[in-house]
């Protein structure tokens, strides 16, 4: 299964030695920089110079390039997804086969992923959770009604922009590269804290199993960790085939009651006990989200992130340059600092008080009350003055 690789402190601080970088894809697609080396590709920054836009090229391992078995599956994959149109999704443009190199040309993403926006703030407090869910269920419903199955939702194929767009990855990859049959240690340890049952038990893998792996991700997005752990990837595996997910509140003090119901259907170990897709899921959150009154949240950016420190590199070499070329193309201009945008504070998430929620909410019901009394107290045009008051009031809570 395609993971996403960590990037070593430094890496992007030193000479560029990937042979990949600056060379031309099928005579159209630049490698400008590296972003990222997972298990079984490597992720660049590049510009389509047909089309003068820039891309993300996600290059395949060379060991993939002679499969036929794999080629097939990852032509038609890639050509489902196309298809597949939903702001929550990250576009594919195009696929190819160049020299020993298969490759996928995506829609590029300034910012980061989930993963990276975890360890950097660590727990979410519920609003942001539920801001990060649901563009990611929207674009899980319209697959699933495609008859399309992730196989893979992680924080790491979660993409969240630098303009607060949330957006998920790499539909496909994990059928293209199981049709290969190659399989590594690392791929499995990628994977295996977000498998489902069923795929651990017989590898199969229905829009309920993408379901069961967000389930975790919720969990991890409340608490900051998995429900599993082990020495191993297949210990870590196995263990949901008799244990049920824990209770989020039981982890970490002031997860609200309906997120506990949520991901305990969401993670059932029995498919039929769970939502059936994406659209039921996304449903339920809506429901929760109304009963909690959760308020709108932009979701910030990474920003120590792989995807900006290969900008800065690729910007550094090109100021390098003798000759400067204009592009028309959106030019990031978010510099990378090791200063974070938020102070690293305990009991905060983006500078928000884990806790304020919670007395937030506390108090928009209190104010409900009041108001209820106000407008049931006051008539005639008096009352009707109260009634817009309130409801510019709700508005705002």
Known sequence: MQVSGRIRDGAYDEPVTDPLVGALLDGRYRVAAKIATGGTSTVYRGVDERLDRPVALKVMDSRYAGDEQFLTRF?????????????????????????????????????????????????????????????????????????????????????????????????????????????SASVILGTAAYLSPEQVRDGKATPRSDVYALGIVTYELLTGQTPFTGDSGLSVAYQRLDTDVPRPSARIEGVPREFDTFVAQATARDPAGRYADALEMGAALDGLADDLDLPEFRVPAPRNSAQHRSAAMYRGRADQTTEKVRHPTRQLTREWSDEPEYPDTPGQFAGIEISEFIWARQHAQRMVLIWIAVVLAITGMVAAAAWTIGSNLAGLL
Not at 126 to 144: E, W, Y
């Open 75 to 183: 032509q038609l994959e890639a050509r489902s997804v196309a298809r597949l149109k939903d702001p929550g999704l990250v576009a594919v443009y195009d696929q190819g086969l160049d020299a020993r190199h298969p490759f996928l040309v995506m829609e590029l993403i300034e910012g980061g992923t989930l993963r990276e926006l975890l360890a950097e703030r660590g727990p979410m407090p519920p609003h942001a959770v539920a801001a990060v869910l649901r563009p990611v269920l929207g674009a899980l419903a319209v697959a699933h009604r495609a008859g399309l199955v992730h196989r893979d939702v992680k924080p790491e194929n979660v993409l969240i922009s630098d303009d607060g767009e949330v957006k998920i990855a790499d539909f496909g990859l994990v059928r293209a590269v199981a049709a290969a049959g190659i399989t």
